[in-house]
Structure formats: structure tokens, C-alpha cells
């Protein structure tokens, strides 16, 4: 069975598209490929359809309503749209594929085909949905401490300050479940939308997977290989600070390539842009 990928991009061109397209396509990716955007610049659209990726202009909110942003994140609204275009194919043409997979575009970069380390994993019994750790406790990471404690309060908080970041960026799943799963993401960020709370999509997914969803969730340690979070673990302005708080080993950097400790090529690095010397290797790959 072959996956489906699809992510959702905000008035995006060539230049943010291209090393997330060109790398995916290196990878050896079979499965079928699809961009939501909320509006484009000139050129891409032909652009991807050479590289055999759809891309659908999409300009409705949930009420029905034109998409504003702002003060709609895209972080947030994106995971209505891809419960909305995996529930327009219907679960019978969906159940065709195998895995989901839903990652951010402008900061991603894939270094080996993402379905292999899935259908690879799954041989160990994974689970519905794959929340990938950053490596750190929530409370050790003050991005994603400020918005869990905002969103939801201070007593879930308390619940969930121990446990490890969650990533929302780098996400996939069984192709039904995880269906449900946007939609339940949404409308989590949506409660928060409506009443003006700060949150991130994120910290919705970090309470789902470890409460409700926690024998469906498989929460993926960093160092297995799946995505590097760059942004906590190689980024050069705060890892001198995170490092005596990581709870994984820490990435590798040799000749361009990122690599868990154990030598293993990661999939996914995420938040590349961040760290100067894979900036510069990944522009020259891809140029």
C-alpha cells in the first residue's frame, strides 16, 4: 500500500517550496502527494505538477466563511483543511493508503524516504498516530511551556510539564484515524481561536497523547530517527541552555547530513534554517 502526504502551505513560492519538494522526491517517496495552500505566488503551482505534486487553493473556513490570516494561524486552521480534503475522499478511497503524513514545508527537508522507517517501525507495533519528541520536558522549553500554560492553564500544565515535547510539524498516521484525529486537532485549536486563548497546535496534540489517545499515540523518542527537531536540539542560539535538560542523545552533523547517535540517517530534519551550517549544505543541495 503507498502513504499519503499532505501538508498545507500559506502564500508560498518556489523558493520556500523546493527543498521540502526536490528532497521528498530524492527520497524515493511512491505515495501520493498533496499541497492545501491558502494562496500562492506565480509559478508554483506548474512548478510541483512537474514533480507529480497536486496542489489545491483553498479560501473557506469551517463556518463556511473566507479564510482570514490573521488572525486564523495556519498552524492551527491547516488541520481542518486536511480533515476536510481527507474526508471529501471518503474512508473508502482513503483506507487505500496506509499512512498520512502532515508536515510543515518551508523548514523540512527529507534525507531518506519517510514510508520505509513507517512500514520499517511498524514491524515493532506502532500505533495509530506518531507524536514525535523534541527531546526535552515541556517545562525545559519555554515556547511550548508559555502555550501550554496559556491554553489550557496552569493545572493542566502541572499535569504535563514532565513529559516530553511533542512536535506537530513532522505528524502521521493510520490514514482513517489520523483523519479524526485533524479534526479533533482543529477543533481543540479552534476553542482556543474563538476565545482568544494562546495556544499552539501542539500542546492540544501533547494532552491527546497522553491521555485520551495514549494506546493509539506512539510517542517516538528522538534519537529513533523519524525527524530531528533542529529548533532544541542543534540550533546554536539555545542549545548551550537545552543541553543539560535534553532526556535523548544528541543528533549528529557530518558533511551536510543530520544522523541519530547510533548513526542512523534521520528521515525528516525539521527546522533546518535555524542552524547555519545545514542552511548553507541544504541550499546547495537543492539549487
Given at each position: 500500500m503507498k502513504d499519503l502526504m499532505v501538508c498545507v502551505i500559506y502564500n508560498y513560492g518556489w523558493d520556500e517550496v523546493k527543498n521540502w519538494a526536490l528532497s521528498l522526491v530524492a527520497s524515493g517517496f511512491k505515495g501520493r502527494t498533496v499541497l492545501l495552500a491558502y494562496s500562492v505566488k506565480p509559478g508554483l503551482v506548474e512548478k510541483l505538477k512537474e514533480l507529480g505534486i497536486e496542489c489545491y487553493l483553498v479560501d473557506f473556513h469551517s463556518r463556511g466563511e473566507k479564510v482570514s490570516i490573521p488572525p486564523l494561524k495556519v498552524i492551527d486552521i491547516r488541520h481542518f483543511h486536511i480533515w476536510y480534503f481527507l474526508d471529501e475522499l471518503g474512508n473508502e478511497e482513503l483506507s487505500k493508503y496506509d499512512y498520512v503524513i502532515s508536515t510543515d514545508v518551508r523548514d523540512v527537508i527529507f534525507q531518506s524516504n519517510p514510508s520505509e522507517w513507517?512500514?520499517?517501525?511498524?514491524?515493532?507495533?506502532?500505533?495509530?498516530?506518531?507524536?514525535?519528541?523534541?527531546?526535552?520536558?515541556?517545562?525545559?522549553?519555554?515556547?511550548?511551556?508559555?502555550?501550554?500554560?496559556?491554553?489550557?492553564?496552569?493545572?493542566?500544565?502541572?499535569?504535563?510539564?514532565?513529559?516530553?515535547?511533542?512536535?506537530?510539524?513532522?505528524?502521521?498516521?493510520?490514514?482513517?484515524?489520523?483523519?479524526?484525529?485533524?479534526?479533533?486537532?482543529?477543533?481543540?485549536?479552534?476553542?482556543?481561536?474563538?476565545?482568544?486563548?494562546?495556544?499552539?497546535?501542539?500542546?492540544?496534540?501533547?494532552?491527546?497523547?497522553?491521555?485520551?489517545?495514549?494506546?493509539?499515540?506512539?510517542?517516538?523518542?528522538?534519537d529513533e530517527g523519524w525527524a530531528c527537531q533542529c529548533g532544541v536540539m542543534l540550533d546554536p542560539q539555545k542549545v548551550d541552555a537545552f543541553r543539560p535538560h535534553f532526556i535523548s542523545p544528541e543528533p549528529v552533523v557530518k558533511d551536510g547530513l543530520v544522523y541519530t547517535s547510533k548513526g542512523k540517517l534521520f528521515s525528516i530534519v525539521h527546522q533546518y534554517d535555524r542552524v547555519p551550517e545545514l542552511s548553507k549544505a541544504v541550499r546547495e543541495r537543492y539549487t
Open positions: 513507517l512500514h520499517n517501525r511498524t514491524t515493532l507495533g506502532i500505533g495509530n498516530i506518531i507524536a514525535p519528541s523534541e527531546g526535552i520536558q515541556l517545562q525545559h522549553e519555554p515556547w511550548n511551556a508559555k502555550f501550554m500554560y496559556d491554553g489550557f492553564g496552569p493545572i493542566v500544565y502541572e499535569k504535563f510539564k514532565t513529559v516530553p515535547v511533542i512536535n506537530c510539524g513532522t505528524i502521521a498516521g493510520r490514514s482513517v484515524y489520523f483523519k479524526d484525529f485533524e479534526l479533533i486537532l482543529f477543533s481543540l485549536a479552534e476553542r482556543n481561536l474563538r476565545f482568544n486563548m494562546d495556544c499552539i497546535d501542539q500542546t492540544s496534540l501533547t494532552v491527546l497523547a497522553y491521555t485520551v489517545a495514549k494506546h493509539d499515540a506512539v510517542i517516538v523518542d528522538h
